[in-house]
């Protein structure tokens, strides 16, 4: 069975730091792209982050550029999001994703995935 595992989310202050794994296993891990993708009450779901699976490309939400992280360790079937300088607007649920290739259009990482994990809450408090 394919499963994401996505951890590391909390209660942080604003200006403070989180560090999200996302585990995976059931699959050929490194021949996939890995998102991160986030829902806040009320709001539609957001493209925060991808890598690809063949150069490691990296692709980042405008909201999130020069702040957040994302990296993979293929030895370990898991990719991480480096969060810093969070803000109270980045809480949200957060979801790690996968599929053979990130899809970005201009910005926008698009969340048509084929594999998805459940969330972990992240809380920035102000």
């Known amino acids: 069975d394919v499963q994401l595992q996505a951890s590391g989310g909390g209660l942080v202050q604003a200006g403070g730091s989180l560090r999200l794994s996302c585990a995976a296993s059931?699959?050929?891990?490194?021949?996939?792209?890995i998102g991160w993708f986030r829902q806040a009450p009320g709001k539609e779901r957001e493209g925060v982050s991808c890598i690809s699976s063949s150069d490691g490309t990296t692709y980042y939400g405008d909201s999130v550029k020069g702040r957040f992280t994302i990296s993979r360790d293929n030895a370990k079937n898991t990719v991480y999001l480096r969060m810093n300088n969070l803000k109270p607007e980045d809480t949200a649920v957060y979801y790690c994703a996968a599929d053979s290739g990130c899809t970005v259009i201009g910005s926008a990482i698009l969340g048509v995935m084929d594999y998805w994990g459940q969330g972990t809450q992240v809380t920035v408090s102000s």
């Open positions: 059931g699959f050929t891990f490194d021949d996939y792209a």
